[in-house]
């Protein structure tokens, strides 16, 4: 018989197993104009996701400490739909390789 993990022991698993991944918070119109806002819990931490000026999504971290300045969190829209990564570590985003140059392709094969 197992028993149950403690509460420190299940806080460590979260952090390092789901924190580093793509987690999908709501859809882009639950924030169509600039100025809205929408706050959420994303593994106990508050997240504010919010629509700037420039139509922008933007997401941030809330601190619970006194004078906490916001911490940016990384904000992506696909098909839709909002998503954050609570990570910490600066990921660059994989950019796409410029296709090459056609390789000319001999009319017959080698083993002819």
Do not use: K
Request: aromatic share 8%.
């Amino acid at each position: 018989m197992t028993t149950p993990p403690d509460d420190r022991s299940f806080r460590r698993e979260m952090a390092t197993a789901y924190r580093s991944g793509w987690h999908f918070i709501d859809l882009a119109t639950a924030i169509p104009h600039s100025g809205d806002s929408l706050m959420v819990t994303v593994f106990g931490e508050p997240v504010v996701v919010t629509r700037d000026e420039d139509d922008d999504v933007r997401a941030y971290r809330c601190l619970r400490r006194p004078r906490g300045a916001p911490q940016p969190v990384r904000c992506a829209i696909r098909y839709g739909m909002i998503f954050v990564n609570l990570d910490q570590r600066d990921h660059q985003l994989a950019e796409p390789e410029a296709p090459a140059a056609p390789q000319a392709v001999p009319a017959t094969p080698r083993s002819a």
